[in-house]
């Protein structure tokens, strides 16, 4: 699809832009003259499906960890506090508490390049809904409070006590999660598709390379541990400016890195048992 440039649109941007039709978005999502790549393989929305992964792996893991102490056959049960079930261990609360901050800073690193650096460069063109900046705040508070609860999570050794506390936060994670699905998907529907329509890939560039340069080789792995092989070869080919040494020696080991050493303390979660330490790899940006 051309990008139509409109003179006055660079003077003034759109307030609201016009809504896109179906066809329209369709048209913006695909390849073309402007945009080398289809919307799914862009930063942003890549971004989104790194931050989805993570919520998805974390909710199966405190509904594991919840089933095993609470006794329940489902989440639910779990929320209702039924069933009775073996103590929490000290090492789910370790993996727990070295897990969030992780997760935390994930999010909040997407946030804070949106916000500094992504929405003032789109509202050069067009404004966006004030939701979408007042979401992150909501979003961030309630990550708060639930980083507390992880934060002063113990095993105490009664069963009882220890369901009704993974009870509690996995209720309040539940809400949490959905907050955040319904914000990535506004901006997914319709954040993304006016962007492409706005810009070029050559002018959204500049302000990619300054988000990618923020990012650690953790990150890296990070966004690209969701993706398929075929994916993140697409991803780093298109999307990353680097030189092909660093890409291939430093860059495209990091998805494996991060499940052997961050994606391992959800893993073990899910299935009960603690992994021994990766060891040579926890080293991600030395």
């Not at 639910?76 to 370790?94: N, S, Y």
């Not at 508490?97 to 067009?126: A, C, G, N």
């Not at 329509?197 to 990012?215: C, G, M, R």
Request: aromatic share 8%; hydrophobic share 45%.
């Amino acid at each position: 699809m051309t990008t139509t440039k409109d003179p006055a649109a660079a003077a003034a941007p759109l307030d609201p832009p016009p809504k896109l039709t179906e066809e329209e978005i369709d048209a913006c999502m695909a390849t073309g003259p402007d945009w080398p790549h289809p919307g799914k393989m862009d930063g942003w929305f890549k971004s989104h499906q790194a931050l989805r992964a993570d919520m998805k792996d974390l909710a199966e893991a405190l509904e594991a960890v919840a089933a095993g102490i609470c006794g329940a056959s489902s989440a639910d049960d779990v929320i209702a506090g039924t069933g009775g079930g073996v103590p929490l261990e000290k090492w789910q609360v370790a993996n727990l508490q070295k897990y969030w901050p992780i997760f935390y800073r994930s999010m909040v690193m997407h946030h804070d390049h949106e916000e500094k650096l992504f929405f003032p460069f789109l509202e050069t063109k067009f404004k966006l809904p004030p939701k979408m900046t007042a979401d992150h705040k909501a979003l961030i508070a309630s990550m708060d409070a639930i980083g507390k609860q992880i934060e002063g999570l113990t095993a105490s050794g009664k069963a009882p006590d220890d369901c009704a506390s993974i009870a509690n936060l996995l209720a309040d994670f539940k809400v949490m999660r959905e907050l955040v699905e319904v914000h990535l998907k506004e901006e997914d529907d319709e954040g993304l598709p006016l962007m492409r329509k706005y810009f070029t890939f050559k002018e959204t560039k500049p302000i990619e390379n300054k988000i990618v340069a923020d990012l650690t080789l953790r990150d890296i792995g990070w966004i690209l541990r969701p993706m398929d092989k075929v994916d993140r070869k697409l991803f780093l080919g298109t999307i990353i400016d680097a030189p092909a040494p660093v890409k291939a020696l430093l860059m495209a080991p990091q998805p494996e890195k991060y499940i052997a050493n961050v994606q391992v303390l959800i893993n073990d979660l899910k299935a009960g048992a603690k992994t021994k330490p990766a060891g040579l790899f926890a080293c991600f940006s030395c």
